[in-house]
C-alpha cells in the first residue's frame, strides 16, 4: 500500500468538544502538496453517529479542503463513542478520467492510501466518564449534564419570554384582589405549576431548535458540496473541449492547401500569358 500522499490534519485525533448529544463540529483538514490530481473519500467506524460534509470530492494540486464532522444528536454509550474511528482513503486521479464514481468502482485495492484518525471527547467540566463507574452511572451523569445544559440555554434564550410571563401572573393577581376574589390563595400553587410547565416547554423548544439548527447546517453544507462538485464537473468538461479544440482546425487548413496553392499557380500563369500576348 502506498504512502498517503494529503497532509491531514489534525494528524491521529479528531477532538470532539462539548457533550457528544449536542453535536459540536469538529473540522479535518486535507491539503494536496503534490502535483497530481487525488481523489478521497472519508470513512467511520460509526457512519449513522456523524454527519461528514463533504465525505468525498477532488483535490487539484496545491489545493486544500476542510471537512465538517458533526455528532448527530443521538444517545451514545460513553464506552462506544471512544471506540469510534475515521478513515481518509485517497487515489491519485487516473489521466482522462472524468467519472469518479466509476474511477472508485474500477482502483484497485493496492493503489488506495488510507490514514485513520481515533476520536476523542473532551467532556465539560474535566469529568472523564471512563473512570465514572458502570454504564448506568456514566448514563445519569449524562442525562443530568444534558438537563443542566438545556436549562442554562433556557436561562439565556427565553430572559424575556420568563419576564413576559412573571409580569402577566402579577397583573392576573392584581385583578383577582381588585374583583374581591377569595380563590387567590388557592390560585397560588396553580401559578408555580404553570410556571415550571412553561420552562419545560421553553426547555423542550430550545432543544428542537438546536435540532432544527443541525439539519439546517447539514443541508447548507451538503448543497455546497454539490455545488463544487458542478464547478469541478463545469471546469473537467471545459479542460477535455480546450485540449481537442485545436484538431479540426488543422485537418481544414491542410485540406485546404492544395486549392490554395493551384489559385495561385493559375494565376502566375496568368500574368505570364499576358505579357506574351501584350
Given at each position: ?23 459540536y ?22 457512519p ?56 472508485w ?32 452511572a ?5 442525562k ?116 490554395i496553392a493551384?489559385?495561385?499557380g ?13
Amino acid at each position: 500500500m502506498p504512502n498517503q500522499v494529503l497532509t491531514i490534519e489534525p494528524q491521529n485525533e479528531l477532538k470532539f468538544k462539548g457533550l457528544f448529544e449536542l453535536g459540536y463540529t469538529t473540522y479535518m483538514r486535507l491539503t494536496n502538496p503534490s502535483e497530481h490530481t487525488v481523489l478521497f473519500k472519508i470513512k467511520t467506524t460509526a457512519p449513522k453517529k456523524y454527519c461528514v460534509r463533504p465525505n468525498s470530492g477532488v483535490l487539484e494540486p496545491n489545493s486544500k479542503v476542510d471537512i465538517a464532522i458533526t455528532p448527530q444528536p443521538v444517545h451514545v454509550d460513553p464506552n462506544e463513542k471512544h471506540k469510534h474511528k475515521f478513515m481518509v482513503q485517497s487515489v491519485i486521479a487516473p489521466e482522462g478520467k472524468t467519472n469518479i464514481d466509476q474511477v472508485w468502482k474500477e482502483i484497485s485495492p493496492d493503489q488506495l492510501m488510507d490514514y485513520k484518525l481515533k476520536c476523542v471527547f473532551e467532556t465539560p467540566r474535566g469529568t472523564n466518564l471512563n473512570d465514572a463507574g458502570d454504564t448506568a452511572a456514566q448514563n445519569e451523569v449524562n442525562k443530568k449534564r444534558v438537563a443542566v445544559s438545556a436549562a442554562d440555554d433556557v436561562k439565556s434564550l427565553t430572559k424575556d419570554a420568563v419576564e413576559g410571563l412573571i409580569q402577566n401572573e402579577a397583573k392576573r393577581k392584581d385583578d383577582d384582589l381588585t374583583s374581591g376574589s377569595l380563590s387567590a390563595k388557592t390560585t397560588n400553587f396553580p401559578k408555580s405549576e404553570n410556571l415550571e410547565s412553561d420552562l419545560q416547554k421553553a426547555t423542550n423548544e430550545v432543544i428542537h431548535l438546536r435540532e432544527e439548527e443541525s439539519k439546517l447546517r447539514h443541508e447548507n453544507l451538503r448543497l455546497k458540496e454539490e455545488l463544487l462538485r458542478l464547478h469541478q464537473s463545469v471546469g473537467g468538461e471545459g479542460r477535455v473541449a480546450r485540449r481537442h479544440s485545436y484538431g479540426p482546425e488543422k485537418t481544414e487548413q491542410i485540406a485546404l492547401m492544395p486549392w490554395i496553392a493551384t489559385a495561385i499557380g493559375m494565376a502566375l500563369l496568368g500574368i505570364i500569358i499576358g505579357k506574351f500576348i501584350m
